[in-house]
Nanobody, 115 residues
Framework: QVQLVESGGGLVQAGGSLRLSCAASGIIRNIMTMGWYRQAPGKQRELVASVTSGRTPNYADSVKGRFTASRDNAKNTVSLQMNSLKPEDTAVYYC?????????WGKGTLVTVSS
């Protein structure tokens, strides 16, 4: 059973940085898109960033210029560098791998940004 495992979450002050990483526990083939989503308390899960093979990364307007997503196809990992963090970035962050016949989610990592 393949699992995605996120790491790198934690508590940071506003203006600070964190780097999230996501790795698969097993072999996954045909991954088209690796993405990061987040869900804040009382809100719906939303797309933060996605990286599709052969395309430039896509970002939510709220994080453009502050977050950078990158993927390593050889290692099947995806990272999210988060800079200039704001209290409104506080959420559980989930990674997601999507491809032909696959759709995997991690269990999430909590990011808390204090003001």
């Amino acid at each position: 059973q393949v699992q995605l495992v996120e790491s790198g979450g934690g508590l940071v002050q506003a203006g600070g940085s964190l780097r999230l990483s996501c790795a698969a526990s097993g072999i996954i083939r045909n991954i088209m898109t690796m993405g990061w989503y987040r869900q804040a308390p009382g809100k719906q899960r939303e797309l933060v960033a996605s990286v599709t093979s052969g395309r430039t990364p896509n970002y939510a307007d709220s994080v453009k210029g502050r977050f950078t997503a990158s993927r390593d196809n050889a290692k099947n990992t995806v990272s999210l560098q988060m800079n200039s963090l704001k209290p409104e970035d506080t959420a559980v962050y989930y990674c997601n791998f999507v491809g032909f016949g696959i759709n995997y989610w991690g269990k999430g990592t909590l990011v808390t940004v204090s003001s």
